[in-house]
Structure formats: structure tokens, C-alpha cells
């Protein structure tokens, strides 16, 4: 089986990697980010359209938004290496909607054992504005998640 973990280069996201490498037996894991082009961003907050508009990358060109991902993808794996994890893949998964219908997704195609992921601890109204991915994840996925919290603040 495998242990998918979603990674955006947070401090959260790192504290989830870290605590799969220690608590997860080792199995082979995925370290995964979702990207979508700029243009698809826009089109999810209008107001931003009034920025000039970079153009689709040509063929056999990638684009941008995708090399950064896979690079922050490689970050994630770097990390999960460095704490413990062996066997460690990437991927940089262009999104089509939501960030967590990305990664339940993957989970499903890959036939995840485990998802892993971070969450800000964002409560209340922030909560409902930001949106949750974790909390998303935990209840649309058809499989186990480990939602790590925050670490405590002194």
C-alpha cells in the first residue's frame, strides 16, 4: 500500500511529513502537490483579471505554475527522506477544482492506505472563509486520514 501526503510547502505541511516519518510504518509513500495554472486561479478570484494575463505555454512547454510544484513536490520528498521515510515518490497534480477533491482523488487512484496531511487549526468564522482542506479530505475520502495539527505554541 501507500501513504499519500499532501504537501504546499507550509510549516504545517512540514509538521505532518514529520510526523508521518516517525508515527506511519514505512511503507512506500507519495508526496503530492496540486497546482493549477494562473488562469484557472483567475478565474476563482475575478478582481485579479485586471493583472496582465500570461499566455498558455506552447507545445511541448509546461506550465510554470507546474515546475514550481514539482519543485516544491521534491521539497516535500526531501524532507520525508530526511526524517525517516525510504521510499519516497512525488507528484505535482494539476487541480480542476478544489485543492482537496485533488488529493482524494489521487488517493483514490493510487489506493491510498493512508492520506496524511497538516492543517492550519483554523476555527470560527477563518475557518468558513478559508475553507479546510484536511477537513474536506477527512470527509470525502473513503479511506483513513491523519489530520496533524499545528505544533503548540508555548
Same mark, same amino acid.
Given at each position: 500500500? *501507500? ?6 510547502? &507550509? %510549516? ?21 502537490? +496540486?497546482?493549477? $495554472?494562473?488562469? *484557472?486561479?483567475?478565474?476563482?478570484? $475575478? ?11 506552447? %507545445?511541448?512547454? #509546461? ?15 526531501? @524532507?520525508?527522506?530526511?526524517? =525517516? ?10 487541480? =480542476?477544482? $478544489? ?6 482523488? /489521487? ?9 496524511? *496531511?497538516? &492543517? #492550519? ?8 472563509? @478559508?475553507? &479546510?482542506? &484536511? *477537513?474536506? +479530505?477527512? !470527509? !470525502?475520502? !473513503?479511506?483513513? +486520514?491523519? /489530520?496533524? $495539527? ?5
Amino acid at each position: 500500500m *501507500t501513504v499519500l501526503i499532501a504537501f504546499d510547502g &507550509s %510549516d504545517d505541511a512540514r509538521t505532518a511529513i514529520e510526523f508521518a516519518a516517525r508515527h506511519v510504518k514505512d511503507e512506500p509513500a507519495v508526496v503530492m502537490t +496540486v497546482w493549477e $495554472p494562473l488562469l *484557472t486561479q483567475i478565474t476563482w478570484a $475575478p478582481i485579479a483579471a485586471v493583472a496582465p494575463v500570461p499566455a498558455e505555454p506552447k %507545445d511541448g512547454d #509546461r506550465w510554470e505554475e507546474e515546475k514550481q510544484a514539482e519543485q516544491l513536490a521534491r521539497a516535500g520528498a526531501d @524532507l520525508a527522506a530526511a526524517a =525517516g521515510l525510504t521510499d519516497v515518490t512525488t507528484r505535482a497534480e494539476r487541480g =480542476g477544482g $478544489p485543492v482537496w477533491a485533488a488529493i482524494v482523488d /489521487v488517493a483514490d487512484e493510487l489506493d491510498a492506505s493512508l492520506i496524511v *496531511t497538516g &492543517s #492550519r487549526g483554523l476555527a470560527g468564522a477563518r475557518s468558513v472563509i @478559508l475553507g &479546510s482542506v &484536511s *477537513t474536506r +479530505v477527512l !470527509h !470525502h475520502a !473513503h479511506r483513513p +486520514v491523519l /489530520v496533524v $495539527p499545528p505544533p503548540k505554541k508555548d
